[in-house]
């Protein structure tokens, strides 16, 4: 079973940035996709941002121009560089990895962004 362990959270000013990073506990040869989503208070979990095997991003309209996926195959890991914070991207960011017959989803970092 694949655990994933997301870091880089934390308090930080609007306009401010973070990268978060997520990191496989183990190599895995067949990713299909990797992706970021968010939970914010009283909100229901969402989609942020993906990144499918053949290089291909998707991104939410409200993060759209500020947030940059990445990934790194040889070390299984996927980042999300977040640019232009606003207040109301204060959530609990998860990382889910998806296999052919699998995934995986991480405990969760927070971000907060005070106004």
């Known amino acids: 079973q694949v655990q994933l362990v997301e870091s880089g959270g934390g308090l930080v000013q609007a306009g401010g940035s973070l990268r978060l990073s997520c990191a496989a506990s183990?190599?895995?040869?067949?990713?299909?996709?990797m992706g970021w989503y968010r939970q914010g208070p009283g909100k229901q979990r969402e989609l942020v941002a993906e990144?499918?095997?053949?290089?291909?991003?998707n991104y939410a309209d409200s993060v759209k121009g500020r947030f940059t996926i990445s990934r790194d195959n040889a070390k299984n890991m996927v980042y999300l560089q977040m640019n232009s914070l606003k207040p109301e991207d204060t959530a609990v960011y998860y990382c889910?990895?998806?296999?052919?017959?699998?995934?995986?989803w991480g405990q969760g970092t927070q971000v907060t962004v005070s106004s």
């Open positions: 889910k990895f998806v296999g052919s017959r699998w995934n995986a």
């Open positions: 183990r190599t895995i040869f067949t990713i299909n996709s």
């Open positions: 990144i499918i095997s053949g290089g291909s991003t």
